[in-house]
């Protein structure tokens, strides 16, 4: 039986190919999907949202936007240089039929886990901040969970926003403090297993000359690879989000350890920094499995070949 899954998300160009991967996925049955703000702002983060899953024909699943701002911090800035100011990296994608739905993020939330006879998954590909507001406004809902796999941090490879600052956390660090801290189980796909989650341009072939889909998900792919190479003069480029939903399909893509994470909210030089207990020096209990090795061949041949299979389920 497919596994019941939101996602809460900010498009973003590997938000948008993560989403693909999961609609795409026999495993997953997407419920609902909640916007926020961070790779660019919430009224592009939303719009984009309802405009992949138009690409996809899914205009059945609720898309509900949540916050554009952090819970406290008012200093965060966007990640437009990697993902370009509409957050699509200049691929212009066909209006959605529909608007986003007329609950809040935190209520669609709430709907999905309520009235789900399965426990649900939450996958996020953003900032916390929508998840930590679920945790505050309903509590009881969200211990029904039966987990949350969350792209952000890092245990050994910590940043790539700051030296010791993974995007995500970075951005709303006293969010991702209280999601780690909230009593669901929680997987951490950071850096450490994202920066061997790559993708190359060959990899992208069989997509080529494919359909619309396709021809999108291209534009993305080019554009993301781009600034990417230009921050790393590299372009074996990290499917961040992709592997985050990979791991909601596959658990054993990434070997885990169970392990005790906080995140440094007021650091003035480690903000955002998730503090892995890889040592048990804290002697706090864990809270979090921390994926630390994946298998990056075996992602990067799931990812390519369920996108290639979805476009060609989708046609020209
Ligand atoms: C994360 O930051 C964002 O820019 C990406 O979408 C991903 O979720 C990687 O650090
Ligand atoms: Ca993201």
Partial sequence: MPRPVLIDTDPGLDDALAIMLAFASPELDVRGVTSVGGNTGLQHTTENALRLLHLLDRDDVPVAAGADTPLVRRDSRPATEVHGEEGMGGVRLDPAPRGADARSAVQLMTDVIEQSTEPVTLVALGPLTNVAALFAAA?????????????????????????????NIWFDPD????????????????????????????????????????????GMVDFYTARHVEWSGS???????SLAVAVAIRPELVTTRHLHVDVECAGALTRGMTVVDLEGLSGEEANTDVALEVDGAAFAQLLVGR??????????
């Fill in 139 to 167: 509590p009881r809902t969200a211990a029904r969970l039966e987990r949350i796999v969350l792209m952000g941090g890092g245990a050994r490879i910590l940043g790539n926003t700051t030296p010791t600052a993974e995007f």
């Fill in 175 to 218: 969010a991702a403090s209280r999601v780690f801290a909230g009593g669901v189980p929680v997987t951490m796909v950071g850096l450490d297993v994202t920066h061997s989650a790559v993708t190359t341009p060959g990899d992208w072939d069989p997509l080529r000359g494919g359909g619309r889909m396709a021809e999108a998900l291209l």
């Fill in 235 to 241: 372009d074996r480029t990290p499917q961040h989000d």
């Fill in 307 to 316: 996108l290639a299979e979805l476009d060609a389920r989708l046609g020209a």
